[in-house]
């Protein structure tokens, strides 16, 4: 015990505990964290890995929260949060941009607008922030992460250092790398090419009007729930024909706009969504005999 009451003195106001998830996930659902803790720079997240680790307490990493259902009886360790000092955005060549992890993606196309640079305006569509979007290889209209990514900077927060891994070094896959679970993203490098504004701002445009017309806003949703199996068929596809579309559990519901993406109507609990996933993952396999994986991420107890 006297050694768990060093270990929250050690990090002062940047180490919380009981602390309500349900602040940090779009869903607007989950228990408490039992420790949160928002690093204020690399030294100080380095530092926590060693004492997290001496104290055997379990940590995982939250992003923007864009695509996270925390279960009801949160999580047992501590949860992650990269602080302020993690979001900048800053050009170190003429097509390059140096980006914190912690930067919301939006950002990052509006810097690249704002610096000539195209083939970035698909992140102005993804509701997350750079570490995640690497993590999960997001990306959306034919674009994805990995097409404009040159390298990553990392904590191992097994071996406790930092370290770079270039872009041809890691695996990519449809919603997915090789990268081990033991790291955390800190930086990465971007690369974009030189075009003129108003193209760009027009390609931006016309992409976020395209989101807006197809996907459901201003919800309490984490976004796709489902991967797609190919671009011909796509989950949301494969949900309609299993005549899924309509499904509820509790304030748990399934958007009319897109059918992959599910929704806290109000008063839903982590478990309501858990269950119509389960619902609607085993009626599109009876259906299909095809097994939807989880583009969301399903954390705590």
Known sequence: MSNLIDFTKKFG????????????????????AEFFFKPKNKKELLEFFKEAKKNDIKTIFLGAGSNTLFRDNGVKGAVIKLGKNFSFTRLIGKDIIEVGAGTLDRKVADFAKENNLTNLEFLSCIPGSIGGTIIMNSGCYEHDISQVLISI??????????????KEDINFVYRGNNLPEDLIIISAKLKGSLDKKEKIEKKQSELVQRKKLSQP????????????????????????????????????????????????KGKAKSIDIENLIKKVKSKVYEKTKINLELEIKIVGE
């Open 13 to 32: 106001e940047s180490l919380s505990q009981k602390v309500k998830l349900s602040n940090y996930s779009w869903f607007n659902l989950g228990g408490n």
């Open 217 to 264: 806003s201003q919800i309490k949703t984490c976004g796709s729930t489902f991967k797609n199996i190919s671009k011909e068929k796509k989950a949301w596809m494969l949900i309609k024909e299993s005549g899924c579309e309509n499904y509820q559990e509790g304030d748990a519901v399934i958007s009319k706009k897109h059918c992959n993406f599910f929704i806290n």
């Open 153 to 166: 900077q990392a904590i191992d927060k097994k071996k406790c250092k930092e370290i770079e891994i270039k």
